[in-house]
């Protein structure tokens, strides 16, 4: 008879500087500055491997127009270090923790940005995520000096073709192409473990080999967070983990489903692709004292100046007023089609959908105690509507720290959380598979023809 594998909750903290509510930086126990402090990126993420969390993930907001600076003076803005710079950094401190940075196709070139995750993941011991953006905003676009024409589909289809051509620059070398040096024959390596790439394509054109060796895991492990029909494809293809946004388990359910379909469809293992909703939380001793600590996050925001709901700035509409009818982004088309559903659905003013959305950008938000929190992840997690979660802390450092001292050890206690890392890298801690060379895939078929 065979034993069913053990499935594992798989647990992630996307980390900002003050926490991810806008009316956090107001407290008195966030950062007291919006400085770059290296110190308190290095505690947040000690006490999430403390927790024994899989992975800490690091968002990349960047570029700011020379033309949106109103109103800039009162504006919560996620100014922090360069993912993989910080990541870097925060590997040569930490020893099991996954390190996910988000890097944007847009604004990089494929050789180069492998050769940095190459380098990233060995400098790891193999712990190191790659989250997938194609996101062009107008200010990005204006910083970087490109042309913000290409629509939705295009910049995806740009994305596909340059994750394809870096796993091919990754595969460029096997695994164990440096491990045979010969000092007394003077061969350093087999030249059959070299695979030279030569790529063509519509966007890219590449001749080269990596100049560094394959990657600890083989590839980085993937992540993705597009939630329009395109980017669910482009997640089916390529990712590993998919950061997605349901407020309620019905939807939640849904997405989990027309993932997992697609993936398969692509003729991969579904259980390969993490599905991980964002979930904002705070915890108390009761609900009550929960909803009291929630709703003094929510009095701190402030309502002048622009308003941002995905792009568009309404502050110009009467703030308890009904969300007008707006053209869809070219951005974040599916976060769109769930703020204009939810503000349909519940009728709600703008200061309402901007609580109730913008401040946790449409994640689930649970308020309780900490069995209250284990309740509802469980909960997901066991039907089918999340594989884990990406945490969103409200406020930094004691959302965190409250998350990894009570609710944690609930969930060790119910079985479905690790009590230690059993791996050693990110890939390990997800129960993912380490992707073979397609080169060396190729050829025992081509051995067998020869024969």
């Known amino acids: 008879m065979s034993t069913a594998r053990r499935r594992q909750l798989a647990l992630a903290v996307f980390l900002t500087r003050h926490g991810h509510?806008?009316?956090?930086?107001?407290?008195?126990?966030?950062?007291?500055?919006?400085?770059?402090?290296?110190?308190?990126?290095?505690?947040?993420?000690?006490?999430?491997?403390?927790g024994k969390l899989d992975a800490a993930f690091f968002a990349d907001f960047v570029g700011i127009s020379g033309d949106s600076t109103k109103g800039i003076e009162r504006r919560h803005a996620f100014l922090d270090f360069e993912p993989l710079?910080?990541?870097?950094?925060?590997?040569?401190?930490?020893?099991?923790?996954?390190?996910?940075?988000?890097?944007?196709?847009?604004?990089?070139?494929?050789?180069?940005?492998?050769?940095?995750?190459?380098?990233?993941?060995?400098?790891?011991?193999?712990?190191?995520?790659?989250?997938?953006?194609?996101?062009?905003a107008d200010g990005a676009a204006r910083s970087f000096g490109l042309d913000a024409s290409f629509s939705h589909a295009?910049?995806?289809?740009?994305?596909?073709?340059f994750v394809d051509l870096a796993k091919s620059l990754w595969d460029s070398w096997e695994d164990n192409a440096f491990e045979g040096a010969d000092a007394e024959s003077g061969i350093y390596l087999d030249a059959g473990a070299v695979h030279?790439?030569?790529?063509?394509?519509?966007?890219?054109?590449?001749?080269?080999?990596?100049?560094?060796?394959?990657?600890?895991?083989?590839y980085p492990v993937f992540v993705q967070a597009g939630n329009s029909e395109v980017g669910r494809d482009f997640a089916a293809r390529h990712a590993e983990m998919i950061y997605a946004a349901a407020q309620f388990i019905e939807d939640a359910q849904a997405f989990y489903a027309d993932v997992k379909a697609r993936t398969a469809a692509h003729g991969r293992d579904a259980d390969t692709i993490k599905v991980m909703p964002g979930l904002s939380?705070?915890?108390?001793?009761?609900?009550?004292?929960?909803?009291?600590?929630?709703?003094?996050?929510?009095?701190?925001?402030?309502?002048?100046?622009?308003?941002?709901?995905m792009g568009h700035d309404v502050s110009a509409y009467p703030l308890d007023g009904p969300l007008p009818d707006l053209p869809e982004p070219e951005n974040g088309k599916g976060r769109w089609r769930q703020l204009t559903a939810?503000?349909?659905?519940?009728?709600?003013?703008?200061?309402?959908?901007?609580?109730?959305?913008?401040a946790v950008r449409g994640h689930r938000v649970v308020l309780g105690t900490a069995t209250d929190i284990a309740d509802q992840i469980q909960d997901w997690f066991e039907r089918d509507a999340?594989?884990?979660?990406?945490l969103i802390p409200p406020l930094l450092p004691s959302s965190l720290t409250d998350f990894v001292?009570?609710?944690?050890?609930?969930?060790?206690?119910?079985?479905?959380?690790?009590?230690?890392?059993?791996?050693s890298t990110l890939r390990e801690h997800l129960g993912l598979p380490r992707p073979q060379n397609r080169n060396t895939i190729a050829a025992p078929a081509s051995l067998e023809a020869a024969e």
């Open 85 to 136: 710079t910080v990541t870097a950094a925060l590997a040569a401190i930490t020893s099991r923790i996954g390190l996910v940075a988000t890097v944007n196709t847009n604004f990089e070139q494929p050789y180069a940005l492998a050769r940095r995750f190459a380098s990233l993941d060995h400098i790891s011991g193999g712990r190191i995520g790659w989250n997938i953006v194609s996101s062009l």
């Open 154 to 161: 295009e910049r995806y289809a740009r994305a596909d073709e």
């Open 405 to 423: 001292d009570q609710v944690v050890p609930e969930l060790q206690r119910r079985g479905i959380f690790r009590k230690e890392y059993e791996g």
């Open 21 to 50: 509510h806008p009316g956090a930086w107001r407290q008195p126990d966030s950062a007291a500055t919006g400085k770059p402090d290296f110190r308190h990126w290095a505690d947040l993420v000690r006490t999430a491997e403390r």
């Open 342 to 358: 939810l503000a349909r659905r519940e009728n709600l003013t703008i200061r309402q959908l901007f609580l109730r959305f913008n």
């Open 386 to 390: 999340a594989d884990g979660f990406n």
């Open 196 to 218: 030279p790439v030569h790529h063509h394509g519509a966007y890219y054109q590449v001749d080269s080999v990596l100049d560094a060796a394959r990657p600890v895991q083989g």
């Open 281 to 309: 939380f705070t915890i108390a001793g009761s609900v009550q004292e929960a909803q009291d600590k929630f709703g003094a996050l929510e009095a701190a925001v402030d309502f002048s100046g622009e308003l941002n709901l």
